[in-house]
Every structure is written in C-alpha cells, then in structure tokens.
C-alpha cells in the first residue's frame, strides 16, 4: 500500500483519486472550497452558471461507463442528457441551427456535482494551497501557503494545470523541463442574471469570432434554477490578448459583441459576474494520456495530456491510475 498525495481536485485528479482509493491511502489537496476544477458553477439567488465547462460529450466507453453508473444511481442521480437547439454562428452570420447528432451531457443540478459524486468517499483538503515539496529520505512532503506541512507520501500526483505543475515539480524530476512543449489558453467567462428575456430560437450558440466563442442559456439545463441565466465565453486567443485587461473593460466588449446575437436590455440585468479562467483550454497537449517520473516518483495528470475535453481529464487520471495500480 502506498501514501499518495493529489493535488488538484478537478476531474483529473478525483478520478485518479477514487480509483486508487481502494488499494492506497490517499489525500487530495484543493486550493478552493471545494471540489470540481473547472467543472464549476457559480449561483446567485435565482440563477446559476456552469461557468467552466457549458456541457460535455461522451466517445470513451470507459468514461461513458462512469457516466451511465451515475445516472442510474439512486443516490447520485447527477447526470442528464441535455439537447439544446444549438446555433453556430460565422461572426454575427447565422450558418446553421439545429439539435446536435452526438448527445451532451450536463450534471444536475450543478456541473460540479459530477466532481461531488466522485470525491464522496475520498480525504480532500480544501482551502489548502500547496506552494513546495521537499524529499526527505525518498519520501515525499509538501507545504501549503500557511506554511503546514503534510506528509510523508511515497508519491506526489499534480492534476493542476501544466505550468503549476511544472512550478510544483520544478528542481525535483529527471528531466528538466518535462512540460514545455504544453500550451494551454485563458477564457473569460461572463455570467447575467436577467429579470427578462427575448430567449432566442436557440438554446445555445458556437460562434466563430475573435472575440466570443460561446452562449449557453443556463436556465435551459434540466433541473436549473427559473431565474433567466446567460453565460458568454470568450475565444481563448482575445482572452489570451486581454488576460491582464481592466475587468469593465472586458466586461464591456463581451457585451458589446454578444448584442447581435442575443437581445439583453441593460435595465433587465439583475446579476452580472466576470471570472477569468487562466488555464481554459489546450492548445498543445503532452502528447500522452499521463506522465510519470518512477526515479522521483513523481506523476501528473490533466486534459492538457490529451485534449482539452472533459472526458480527456477523466481518461488520464483513469489511466495513470491503473499503471500505478499495476505497479
């Protein structure tokens, strides 16, 4: 049996979590209140956002497995089909609209609830920002931003962004410089909470533009709240471009872009909410489904291994665990 610490208690790391919890004593480390990564919703007091990832789609069986045993599950009936009329758009040009053919899936009555149903059974330290790991022995501590101590683990598993791993790692693997070919991109994501709504045809909206990627009519979800929610997502190259942008400055283009597709009326906007994602999307993944260092005993899992999909940060902490399983 072997201690194993995870830092990050996004999908990756939780799916990595609870498969290894059977067979490994094993804590995880979350830097948030809670669970979920950028599977994530924010709420106000009628609406709420699935302000990271808007929906997912299933192809693995592996994941679509995980994916059916939560549905039919009496006590984490979580998962839902979601088919919304889905606009895409060429700038401001209408190209087409229609029901998506592959079905995408939300969980109910938050995203994050997928992330809650795995973490169940697991130890997760949250509020607790992991700054520095030190070997001692060939065993491995870690310590946070209050300066506390934790440990000793045989190994020390990153599902945190590529960069923040590399920052965790740095100093303590064989190569030097295991992640640099990794790039990954910003979004932000602009949250409205509206007292009216001329809702369009569509329930959502793909939008080939430099500045807007995505708009997502969050009351449309099953099982969401009857306030009138919108969510705007910007492209990952403008979010990139205005990553250190003043917040009503970005606030104020997005809005501005957005009026052509979607009719908001200023006076209707009862909540209004930027949240700037700085590692959204995968422009350059590892080119593996994990990584793994056996000499420092050192791993790192994440979608930015695969691809930057929901199910991809599944399928590499799915797959790291069984290698160490395995060991």
């Known amino acids: 049996?072997?201690?194993?610490?995870?830092?990050?208690?996004?999908?990756?790391?939780?799916?990595?979590?609870?498969?290894?919890?059977?067979?490994?004593?094993?804590?995880?480390?979350e830097k948030s209140r809670g669970v979920s990564g950028r599977l994530a919703t924010h709420y106000s007091d009628d609406a709420s956002f699935d302000h990271g990832a808007v929906q997912f789609s299933v192809r693995d069986a592996r994941f679509l497995n995980y994916i059916e045993r939560v549905s039919s599950s009496s006590s984490l009936d979580v998962v839902h089909e979601w088919s919304p009329i889905t606009a895409e758009f060429d700038q401001n040009q209408l190209r087409s609209e229609a029901i998506l053919s592959t079905p995408r899936y939300v969980a109910s009555p938050k995203m994050n609830q997928l992330c809650k149903a795995l973490?169940?059974?697991?130890?997760?330290?949250?509020?607790?920002?992991?700054?520095?790991?030190?070997?001692?022995?060939?065993?491995?501590?870690?310590?946070?931003?209050?300066?506390?101590?934790?440990?000793?683990?045989?190994?020390?598993?990153?599902?945190?962004?590529?960069?923040?791993?590399?920052?965790?790692?740095?100093?303590?693997?064989?190569?030097?410089?295991?992640?640099?070919?990794?790039?990954?991109?910003?979004?932000?994501?602009?949250?409205?909470?509206?007292?009216?709504?001329?809702?369009?045809?569509?329930?959502?909206?793909?939008?080939n533009d430099d500045v807007l990627s995505k708009i997502s009519l969050e009351h449309t979800k099953p099982e969401r709240t009857s306030g009138y929610s919108v969510l705007i997502q910007s492209s990952n190259a403008w979010a990139e471009h205005m990553m250190n942008a003043d917040e009503s400055e970005v606030i104020e283009l997005m809005m501005h872009h957005s009026q052509s597709l979607l009719s908001i009326v200023e006076s209707d906007v009862t909540y209004r909410r930027l949240h700037r994602w700085r590692y959204a999307n995968v422009e350059a993944p590892l080119g593996r489904s994990y990584w793994l260092d056996s000499e420092s005993q050192l791993a790192a899992c994440g979608d930015w291994c695969i691809a930057g999909r929901v199910e991809s940060a599944f399928i590499s902490g799915y797959e790291l665990a069984d290698h160490i399983n395995s060991m």
């Open 119 to 207: 973490s169940n059974d697991l130890f997760v330290h949250s509020n607790t920002h992991i700054q520095a790991l030190t070997r001692v022995d060939e065993e491995w501590f870690i310590k946070d931003s209050d300066n506390v101590s934790y440990g000793p683990y045989d190994w020390v598993v990153s599902s945190a962004p590529s960069v923040q791993t590399a920052e965790f790692f740095h100093g303590h693997t064989t190569d030097a410089n295991p992640f640099a070919n990794v790039i990954m991109s910003g979004c932000y994501s602009l949250m409205l909470g509206l007292s009216e709504l001329d809702a369009p045809s569509w329930q959502l909206a793909l939008i």
């Open 1 to 29: 049996m072997l201690n194993i610490a995870v830092i990050g208690a996004g999908l990756s790391g939780l799916t990595l979590a609870h498969r290894l919890n059977n067979t490994h004593t094993v804590e995880v480390f």
